[in-house]
């Protein structure tokens, strides 16, 4: 018995001294493609965007096994200020990453949908990327989102419809957007992801000014970054703030810099 509670105090103050004390990565090589495994699809749709007044692009990931006759959650993957709708396809190998995680039965079968979140007529990250009036186009998805690409999503594809089984989740500035726009929306969202969050993110007051709300609606809230970083700031602020209000939150450091190997392990962890 002394010796319980010599182990119990033990863990105790361990876990006390170190908010973070295990590490987890991502198998190596887990984004590889394994050849014995059932694997997913890439699909392009096109939605009427009455936001921007085009009709705009986005990519979906259909599940291995996937049935019109089923009923899917579904994840909004969002890029950076350099990408696109391809950004992740193109760097992240989220396709490969989630059948994996499909075939170890670590993950329920999802709908992954991957739209364009520079909300604009020419949505296209060429020329000066941090021109103003594509950085307002990221905030201006917001509408876009909501509006246009959900209701279609709805009406196409065979998903839930409630917050519950519905999650929000990107990169640097893609982060930065789920922050905004799922605390901004907790009614459409439960599930809300930040990898590496970009200067975009809303301070922490204006993320979540009712944090008694926050508490009882998120399912998950997860805030990932690296350690070298050098847009740390904005994920720890975002930290700080949720801890001062005790808002259940993962923050999650770890090696590395402002890169895809950080943006596919908060993928393969927040999934
Ligand atoms: C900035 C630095 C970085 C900024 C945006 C970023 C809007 C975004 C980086 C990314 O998406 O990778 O000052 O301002």
Not at 3 to 18: E, I, R
Not at 149 to 176: C, F, N, T
Not at 217 to 246: E, M, P, Q
């Amino acid at each position: 018995m002394k010796y319980l509670f010599a182990l119990f105090v033990a863990l105790l103050s361990n876990s006390a001294s170190f908010s973070q004390d295990i590490i987890k990565q991502m198998p190596a090589g887990f984004d590889s493609v394994r050849n014995n495994i059932a694997h997913a699809k890439i699909d392009s749709f096109n939605y009427k965007s009455t936001t921007v007044g085009t009709t705009r692009q986005s990519l979906i990931y259909l599940p291995p096994g996937y049935s019109k006759k089923k009923k899917y959650p579904v994840l909004y993957l969002l890029h950076g200020i350099g990408g696109d709708d391809k950004e992740w396809l193109r760097g992240g190998n989220p396709e490969i990453i989630l059948d994996n995680l499909y075939a170890e039965g670590k993950v329920e079968p999802m709908i992954v949908i991957m739209p364009n979140g520079r909300a604009m007529k020419n949505d296209s990250a060429t020329g000066n990327i941090f021109a103003p009036d594509k950085v307002q186009a990221f905030a201006t998805f917001e509408k876009d989102l909501l509006n246009d690409l959900i209701p279609y999503v709805q009406k196409h594809y065979p998903v839930y419809g409630d917050r519950d089984h519905r999650a929000i989740a990107g990169l640097s500035m893609g982060g930065g957007q789920s922050l905004n726009f799922g605390l901004g929306n907790l009614d459409k969202f439960a599930w809300i992801g930040a990898f590496s969050a970009a200067p975009n993110t809303k301070t922490p007051e204006e993320l979540v000014p009712d944090p008694a709300k926050a508490r009882q609606d998120l399912k998950l809230l997860w805030i990932s970054c690296g350690a070298s970083d050098g847009l740390i700031t904005f994920s720890k602020r975002t930290h700080d703030y949720l801890v001062k209000n005790d808002v259940p939150h993962i923050y999650y450091i770890e090696p590395g810099v402002h890169e895809f190997k950080v943006w596919k392990n908060g993928l393969y962890m927040f999934s």
